[in-house]
């Protein structure tokens, strides 16, 4: 998941931004109230997270501005203005929840979980492909019972993949939802991650999972069948009992 992460409280910042990414979140950063707008119509994000009193256009506004592009990102406001007519301005801006600070991060994480599981589709807390089961709660991984030892940036792929399995993602689709505005498109980093999953995955098992379609992405899944609109090459017919001739 990548989210954008607004706030101009440096301490804050670092708090919140060293905690996502440990949870395995693609995280973004602005501290202006123009830069969020910024990347919000640059970046396609998962889930927004604004401070009201940032520099510039205040959060009101930028969700304001946002919600007036079109863009339905889920936006959760935090900030340390807790009075009655703070939540209502915030909630008629276009927000989609509001958090005071001080807060714990667990429940921040917690209202990041809710806001991810309504927008859209429902997102189920347990992803199942095939005998591989994504718990995304706890972030862990199994395949057949068997725990999976991951790190933080595999687990995001694996669960990116799992999310969208039977489908091919490009490499494209898998920077945007998965790295930060860091990643260097010309590198093979995804490469790297997906043949360090593959052996993880898949080395212990006989049906694999994680495929590559060349020239296209990859594919999760137990074969090629499971491709939504795949058809599958049909048989040569033989003929029986037909002699070789000298």
């Known amino acids: 998941m990548r989210l954008l992460l607004v706030e101009d ?3 804050v ?6 905690g996502l990414r440990e949870q395995a979140y693609a995280v973004d950063t602005a501290t202006t109230g123009d830069d969020a707008l910024y990347q919000a119509e640059i970046n396609t994000y998962d889930l927004i997270i604004l401070d009201v009193l940032i520099p510039g256009p205040d959060g ?11 863009n339905r990102v889920p936006i959760l406001m935090l900030t340390a203005r807790d009075g009655v007519e703070d939540r209502i301005a915030g909630l008629d801006a276009g927000a989609d929840d509001y958090l ?13 979980r809710a806001l991810l599981r309504r927008s859209g589709e429902l ?10 089961v994504v718990d995304t709660a706890a972030q862990t991984v199994t395949r057949g019972g068997r725990r999976i030892v991951l790190t933080t940036k595999e ?33 093979n980093l995804i490469e790297v991650y997906v043949n360090r999953l593959r052996r993880k995955i898949d080395a212990d098992s006989k049906v694999p999972l994680l495929h590559t379609r060349r020239g296209a ?11 939504r609109g795949y058809d599958p090459p049909r048989k040569k017919s033989s003929s029986p009992n037909r002699k070789n001739h000298v």
């Open 100 to 112: 005071a600070k001080p807060f714990a991060f667990r429940e921040l994480l917690a209202r990041l």
């Open 9 to 11: 409280d440096p301490g």
């Open 123 to 132: 997102r189920p807390a347990d992803i199942t492909v095939a005998d591989l």
């Open 155 to 187: 687990y995001a792929l694996v669960e990116f993949l799992a999310r969208n399995a039977g489908s091919v993602v490009g490499r494209a689709a898998i920077a945007e939802h998965v790295w930060d505005e860091t990643f260097d498109p010309f590198s």
């Open 60 to 70: 009101f506004a930028v969700c304001k501005g946002i919600r007036a592009a079109g």
């Open 217 to 227: 992405g990859y594919l999760f899944g137990p074969g090629e069948e499971n491709i």
């Open 13 to 18: 910042l670092r708090f919140v931004l060293k």
